[in-house]
């Protein structure tokens, strides 16, 4: 090899290891925002606070993200991404709509501790996605997730319109019912706390069946009865 190819191609593991370095270091950062815009609220967090927490001076921060709104909006964008490709997937993958529904509305509650900081974060912030920014960073990023909200009510509308037509539910509007099941199971965000008294699994059981009994899926219209204490 050449002293040139050896420059050459030692000039391109370093580059590759600085962009692997970096993108490491935007994804702790996206993690540490998760953690404390979930936990603290997005207002009361500092962007000094995100930089004590992955080790940097708050001035390095701005080689990742302009600014504490671009960061906001880059999570919001993938939280609905990863939710609509955990979706598209179970969708895809049933052949049949009930089981597929089932499926679905089992994986929206498989939710580890930064994924449900994450969701408390979206149902509360979303509304920022409505407001353009003078900042053309933030404002592409403010598009791509107002693109992904869009992206994953289209496929929850699709996925139910066919499930009307093959007759597995009942007929309605596919797109008012859509936004009733994310409104409902968003409204979970609002109030759940992963060390409050009541588990996921608690909450997942009773929010599934009332979910299932507004699409019209009979099996699920009640919660389980309780038997008394002292019954047989």
């Known amino acids: 090899m050449s002293s040139n190819q050896a420059r050459s191609s030692g000039s391109r593991t370093t580059g590759g ?10 994804a702790e950062i996206l993690a540490a925002a998760t953690d404390r815009f979930g936990r603290d609220g997005y207002e009361q967090t500092r962007w000094a606070d995100i930089a004590g927490d992955v080790g940097v001076g708050p001035t390095a921060l701005y080689h990742y993200f302009e600014s504490k709104h671009h960061c906001l909006y880059v999570i919001i964008d993938q939280a609905i991404e990863d939710f609509r490709a955990r979706f598209a997937a179970i969708a895809t993958t049933e052949a049949e709509p009930e089981p597929a ?5 089992g994986d929206c509650f498989d939710l580890s501790v930064r994924d449900i900081q994450r969701n408390r974060l979206l149902v509360a912030e979303q509304g920022l996605l409505s407001t353009p920014r003078a900042s053309p960073r933030e404002e592409q990023a403010r598009q791509a997730a107002r693109a992904r909200t869009r992206d994953l009510e289209f496929a ?4 139910l319109s066919n ?3 093959t007759g597995a539910i009942p007929a309605n509007d596919p797109r008012l019912l859509t936004r009733a099941v994310l409104g409902l199971y968003n409204s979970i965000w609002h109030w759940y706390r992963p060390d409050g008294i009541l588990s996921l699994d608690a909450v997942a059981e009773f929010y599934r069946g009332r979910i299932l009994a507004m699409i019209g899926v009979p099996t699920a219209t009640a919660p389980r009865p309780q038997t008394p204490a002292g019954a047989a």
């Not at 290891?17 to 935007?26: H, L, P």
């Not at 529904?101 to 509305?105: M, V």
């Not at 929850?156 to 996925?159: D, E, I, P, S, T």
């Open 101 to 105: 529904l089932l499926a679905i509305l």
């Open 156 to 159: 929850w509308a699709a996925f």
């Open 17 to 26: 290891s600085r962009v692997r370095t970096e993108g490491a270091k935007r």
């Open 163 to 165: 499930a009307m037509q």
